[in-house]
């Protein structure tokens, strides 16, 4: 008898420290991935203060690295839809650090493009204004950041077209675009630039800027996305009846292919209409386009992708570290309305950036923080090279897990 009383007592002194340590083991696991994106954006704020040294000696912001190996500075007389991301980045930084030296640095590189909010030829307004001053508004509200908001909501509101039911992306009377004999290019880029309008809908109460983006999202998700939910780039439109021309590409390897980047604007675009509308039918759509990206068969066990899913020579294509990281950053979006469903997505494809392939070592990569992006194989551009959007889209996705552990520590 007393045998069989000890043995009840092992057994449950096993059961309770088994019960213990998965109990242990579960509430740590918010407290190890904190300290993994805390020791991440340390290494952010060392390394990107070298490439602020840099930006503040030229006076322009960081854009990429050049094939002579020199930086790629933006010359803020002309438009760049790149140029928002390093402000962007230092608002994310001073969000991550409250060091001031990040808010002085946003407050001057984006007021050396301020003045392109009134330039009615670009629909990347929502690209610049909305990652730089937007989050300014965000993180230090202000009334001349609402008013430069505003106005670039209204150029932007500006090439919409009722009669197309879309945003016009490229002025298509010159330069390349021309070449293509497109007439009203829309392309899947531009779903990111609603997140402008909707905001600039809060800051006005006028809805008219909620319901052209609501447009463009209904048109883009009618024509520019296959079966199988990946996307086409560029739909061309006939201006007068707003009826498809052409669906081409005009950065992916061909009409019919999948280029990487493209899903995931398509991704974040689609889940930030589902935050503003609250409309079932987007977050539908955003984790239809989730499904592809994590489910293809193209997809590297490392879920960094190729620049495009569908070229064939997948020994010496380049990766496109810019794409998983808007992916890794829409994910953790998406991962707020699904309960938790893409955590370990978003978190595995983190945790690879964070790698020495892909994470530059300190003081290398001209003091940028990711390696191995593309910007556009076709033109022959920014191959294999950091982007300032990669690492804008890196340093997003790093606060959102911060603040996605932090409240599931709670």
Request: with cysteine; charged share 25%.
């Amino acid at each position: 008898m007393r045998n069989i009383f000890v043995l009840s007592l092992c057994l449950l002194g096993i059961l309770l420290n088994s019960c213990k340590q998965l109990t242990t083991e579960n509430s740590e696991e918010p407290v190890d991935n904190l300290a993994f994106i805390e020791d991440e954006l340390q290494f952010a704020d060392k390394q990107l203060s070298g490439l602020l040294t840099k930006a503040k000696a030229a006076n322009k912001n960081p854009r990429t690295v050049e094939k002579d190996s020199s930086i790629y500075f933006i010359d803020s007389t002309s438009f760049d839809w790149t140029e928002g991301f390093f402000p962007g980045t230092c608002w994310y930084l001073y969000e991550a650090t409250q060091d001031t030296k990040w808010k002085e640095a946003a407050i001057h590189f984006q007021s050396l493009y301020k003045d392109h909010k009134d330039l009615p030829a670009y629909h990347d307004l929502g690209f610049v204004f909305n990652c730089s001053y937007g989050n300014g508004n965000r993180i230090a509200p202000n009334n001349d950041y609402k008013t430069i908001l505003i106005d670039a909501a209204n150029t932007l509101a500006n090439r919409y077209d009722a009669r197309v039911g879309s945003i016009k992306s490229w002025d298509a009377d010159k330069g390349w675009q021309a070449d293509r004999n497109w007439e009203y290019p829309v392309i899947i880029d531009n779903m990111m630039n609603l997140e402008l309008l909707y905001e600039a809908s809060i800051l006005t109460s006028d809805s008219t800027f909620a319901q052209i983006a609501n447009a463009h999202a209904d048109k883009t998700m009618a024509n520019h996305y296959r079966p199988d939910y990946s996307s086409y780039h560029v739909v061309d439109y006939d201006s007068i009846s707003g009826e498809v021309r052409k669906k081409e590409t005009a950065q992916g390897f061909a009409d019919s292919s999948s280029w990487a980047r493209g899903q995931a604007w398509g991704l974040y675009g689609f889940t930030l209409c589902y935050k503003y509308t609250n409309d079932k039918k987007y977050l539908d759509m955003a984790e239809n386009i989730a499904a592809y990206i994590l489910n293809s068969k193209e997809l590297p066990d490392d879920k960094i992708p190729y620049w495009d899913y569908d070229t064939p020579d997948k020994t010496t294509t380049p990766r496109d570290v810019s794409a998983a990281a808007v992916t890794a950053s829409a994910l953790i979006k998406l991962n707020e309305f699904t309960s938790g469903k893409y955590e370990q997505e978003a978190l595995d494809i983190v945790k690879t950036l964070a790698t020495p392939a892909y994470k530059a070592e300190l003081g290398a990569n001209k003091n940028f923080l990711l390696k191995h992006s593309v910007g556009s194989i076709p033109h022959d551009n920014e191959i294999d090279v950091p982007l300032n959007y990669a690492d804008y889209y890196y340093i997003e996705a790093l606060l959102g897990l911060k603040n996605y552990y932090s409240k599931k520590k709670q």
